[in-house]
């Protein structure tokens, strides 16, 4: 009997103790491996995001390469011309860079047709002039089996295989209206009868036939206005463009001059434009000068908004990039393209201002 | 699913302390391990990437050097016409090629690799250029050379600057590539840190835990392992939650523990059965002796016994037979005397009395062949004995003494003072008695059966364990003999008070 007692005595456990015990030891093996693959996982996930910034988006593969090569790449025109290029190219499969970005040397247009003739590109769009050096490269880079489009700028002389650009003769036209309207509006307030001086920014290097038909336009438009009595002097000033700020202290010495001021400006690029807007604001002629600008950068808007800028007529940029996308393709493609291709162009006045402001913001926030 | 259960759990009772241990150990040390290896993993990755950073540019510069090389050694050629010069060239040239070759050709989005492409591009234009070059010096074309030496500095100038501002991109690029990592570094330091003081600290936590499992059961053993040699052996057993090496050791202990209690109650049982049969003996014995004596008294009731002879007596006195008057008085006092005196103490006065009244009685059954003298201090005859203690001495002597001697028989009887006690000494001149006879009547290691016929049922062990009792003085009673036939004197001291008992 009392041997039995023990034996229950002796083999009575302690589950409680034990079951604890248990417990307590898988608590602490099953922390340390969560600890740790936590950490891991949170550590992976900051690597990886870091990873990304290193290694960038994996870069797509494409079959054509093509460049484009302006003067002025840095100004927001032609940065939205190379824009609405880009865009239509990725559609073709097709890449293209605007030339000279990362290079840490500024080269002329020339250099870089040279450059993109030696680096053997699929297509060049170019801003061209009439210049015969121009005419040379181009036609070096046709035998070179390279097609070139040239854009705004032509070079008729060359073999460039089409142009794309701006009906010239219209864009004048445009000028001029704005010209007689700005006339009628000044000629109510003053009677001054001396006449308005109306100065025209011309490019000085470029022996371009479509700065001649722009003016022509301008002067066939005054002519054909309505008003006959108003007596308007068109005066064509030509802006170097060639050296680094020529065209910035071109624009300084008008006004330097201050007998010879005249009561409207025409500026016909962006670089013009707002060199003048700046100066007109500096030399605190704001009411004297009318400005009518090209482009719809948002400077000029803000200048229009403001009433300082009279009127900006603007080319449809990204129209004019895809222009000249489609026509190196449809060249490649084919073997032959449209010698004349034409970019809407658009008036932007105090009045519609606001859509281009709009569209700025945008684009910036973009 | 519960046989599983007490199956896992059997097995975890099972483990022992130094799987535990190693287990413990190991597991840490995995996990640390296993971390430390994710790290270096890491860093590895991340010290690569760095070299990666820096590579396109050494890539680049090797290309740069080279290139200059190239044209060097074009120039020198064509200024010079050595071998040494085109041998420099060709060398160059050579290598120029095989870098030339491992850039990237492919029209891609990235800028960078559009520049790589380029300046392929250009460079195998340019070697075109300078094998003309070469050529037509050879075939000494001055025109021809001049124009493509010209052609060749224009374009070494381009792919310089377009390897330049590539280098300067790269650089540029690998600039925010290198914060980035050293930035991923930093959290891998923070994070590495933060994994391992956790992991310390838990299997700190761990190990404690499962030393606690180990020294508390031994805490408890140690604690009852005192109990029990404090003696308290009814110890509650110890709980053996393992069966580990504390668990064995449990084990035997409560094994141990068990087997002292069943040993003490074994023990215990063993003594209460002796005890029990001791008593049992004792209780034959007495009743035996009561029957014995039931057995006397009812065989002779004495004072039917008293009557009878009294009337006997006064038979005798009527028939004027003033012996046999005179006898059978004695015999009656002789008998009175031993049924009212038989508990009770007596004064050593009455013993003398009985003793006479039993060596008349002898004188008149043995015609007068007892020759006994009495030599007593008075002073003494009131000190108090036990009854019956000197008639068995007497019919002892009577008995065995003189019985059977040659020579006429005599017994003395005196009472003196020895050495601060009352000393009574019987002697006789009989046959005396053995060394060995002494000690056996001494040690009462004659039987009851041995009792002759003529005794009154007194034997001298009982004379003697009555006295050892009635005194509790060991040298009570002693028996002294010179041998055969040289008679026996009994001597019995009787320690007393001075002036207790004398008539003084």
Redesign the interface.
């Known amino acids: 009997m009392r041997?039995i007692n023990?034996k229950e005595?002796?083999?009575?456990?302690?589950p409680k103790?034990?079951k604890a015990?248990?417990i307590?030891?898988i608590c602490?093996?099953t922390?340390?491996?969560v600890?740790?693959i936590g950490?891991?996982i949170?550590?992976n996930k900051?690597?990886t995001t870091?990873e990304i910034?290193?290694m960038?988006e994996k870069?797509?593969?494409?079959?054509?390469?093509y460049v484009m090569i302006t003067d002025d790449r840095k100004s927001s025109f032609w940065q939205s011309v190379y824009e609405g290029a880009k865009a239509e190219a990725l559609k073709e499969n097709s890449?293209i860079?605007m030339l000279g970005?990362?290079?840490?040397?500024e080269y002329s247009s020339e250099?870089l047709m040279?450059?993109a003739i030696?680096?053997?590109v699929d297509g060049i769009i170019l801003e061209a002039n009439e210049s015969s050096e121009m005419s040379a490269l181009i036609n070096k880079a046709n035998s070179a089996g390279i097609p070139v489009i040239t854009a705004l700028g032509d070079n008729k002389a060359s073999t460039r295989k089409s142009f794309v650009g701006v009906n010239s003769y219209n864009l004048g036209m445009a000028y001029g209206e704005q010209v007689c309207e700005i006339e009628d509006l000044t000629s109510n307030i003053t009677s001054d009868s001396a006449g308005t001086t109306v100065m025209v920014l011309m490019n000085a290097n470029a022996d371009d036939t479509s700065q001649n038909i722009i003016f022509t336009g301008i002067s066939d438009a005054i002519k054909n206005s309505a008003n006959k009595s108003h007596i308007i002097n068109l005066e064509a000033v030509a802006i170097g463009n060639n050296g680094a700020f020529a065209a910035e202290e071109s624009i300084r010495d008008i006004f330097m001059n201050q007998e010879n001021i005249p009561d409207i400006i025409i500026c016909m690029n962006e670089l013009n434009t707002t060199c003048v807007y700046q100066a007109v604001v500096d030399y605190n002629k704001v009411g004297k000068i009318n400005i009518i600008g090209y482009y719809d950068s948002e400077t000029i808007c803000r200048a229009i908004e403001r009433n300082v800028i009279y009127a900006s007529i603007s080319v449809n940029t990204k129209q004019l990039g895809m222009y000249c996308e489609s026509a190196l393709d449809e060249y490649k493609e084919t073997g032959h393209v449209s010698e004349y291709f034409s970019a809407d162009i658009s008036l932007i006045t105090s009045d519609n201002v606001s859509e281009y402001l709009g569209d700025a913001n945008e684009s910036h926030k973009e | 699913m519960n046989h599983i259960k007490s199956k896992l759990r059997n097995k975890i009772q099972g483990i022992t302390i130094q799987v535990k241990l190693i287990t413990v150990f190991t597991l840490t040390s995995l996990i640390i391990m296993i971390v430390n290896i994710f790290m270096y993993f890491n860093i590895n990755i991340m010290v690569n990437q760095l070299e990666q950073v820096y590579i396109s540019n050494i890539k680049l510069n090797e290309l740069s050097d080279t290139l200059g090389d190239v044209q060097a050694g074009m120039t020198d050629y064509l200024n010079t016409k050595t071998s040494d010069s085109i041998e420099d060239y060709y060398r160059y040239e050579q290598n120029y090629a095989t870098l030339v070759n491992s850039l990237n050709g492919n029209v891609t989005s990235n800028p960078l690799g559009m520049m790589e492409r380029n300046i392929k591009e250009m460079s195998q234009k340019y070697l075109t250029i300078t094998n003309q070059a070469i050529e037509a010096k050879r075939g000494r074309n001055v025109e021809k050379y001049k124009l493509r030496y010209e052609n060749a500095v224009e374009l070494y100038d381009y792919i310089n600057m377009y390897i330049y501002s590539l280098n300067n991109e790269l650089f540029r690029n690998n600039s925010s590539n290198y914060e980035a990592l050293s930035k991923s570094l930093q959290y891998l330091e923070t994070i590495s840190t933060v994994i391992m003081f956790m992991i310390a600290l838990s299997s700190l936590v761990l190990i404690t835990i499962v030393t606690k499992t180990i020294t508390n059961p031994l805490k408890v053993l140690a604690s009852k392992a005192n109990q029990v040699a404090k003696g308290n052996f009814e110890v509650e057993l110890v709980k053996v939650t393992t069966k580990d090496e504390v668990g064995v050791v449990s084990t035997a202990f409560n094994k141990m523990v068990i087997s002292i209690q069943e040993y003490i109650r074994k023990l215990k049982d063993g003594m209460d059965k002796e005890r029990e049969m001791e008593e049992n003996e004792l209780l034959i014995e007495t009743h035996l002796k009561d029957a014995q004596l039931k057995y006397l008294q009812a065989q002779i009731n004495p004072h039917f016994l008293f009557n009878t002879l009294n009337a006997g007596a006064q038979l005798a006195m009527m028939e004027s037979a003033d012996k046999t008057y005179e006898y059978v008085q004695h015999v009656a006092d002789f008998f009175r005397y031993n049924v009212r005196k038989n508990n009770g103490t007596v004064t050593l006065k009455e013993e003398i009395e009985l003793v006479d009244n039993y060596i008349y009685i002898l004188n008149v059954r043995f015609s007068g062949k007892i020759n006994f003298t009495k030599n007593i201090d008075e002073r003494y005859l009131k000190i108090h004995t036990p009854s019956m203690i000197l008639q068995p001495i007497i019919e002892n002597s009577v008995n065995y003494g003189i019985s059977n001697i040659d020579w006429p028989g005599l017994i003395e009887l005196s009472v003196y003072e020895k050495s601060d006690k009352v000393c009574i000494s019987i002697k006789d001149n009989g046959i005396g008695m053995s060394q060995e006879l002494i000690n056996e009547v001494m040690n009462s290691k004659l039987k009851t059966a041995d009792l002759s016929k003529d005794s009154n049922g007194v034997g001298l062990d009982n004379v003697i364990a009555r006295l050892h009792l009635f005194y509790e003085y060991e040298d009570v009673f002693n028996i002294i003999s010179e041998g055969t036939n040289k008679g026996t004197e009994v001597l019995i001291y009787i320690p007393f008070m001075k002036g207790e008992y004398e008539d003084v």
């Not at chain 1, 005595?9 to 302690?14: E, V």
């Not at chain 1, 870069?59 to 390469?65: L, S």
């Not at chain 1, 970005?101 to 040397?105: P, Q, V």
């Open positions: 041997k023990n005595k002796y083999t009575s456990t302690k103790s034990r015990l248990v307590s030891y602490a093996t922390f340390m491996l600890l740790t950490c891991l949170y550590f900051l690597t870091n910034k290193l960038g870069y797509k593969t494409y079959t054509h390469y890449y860079e970005n990362n290079l840490s040397e250099d040279q450059i030696d680096s053997g």
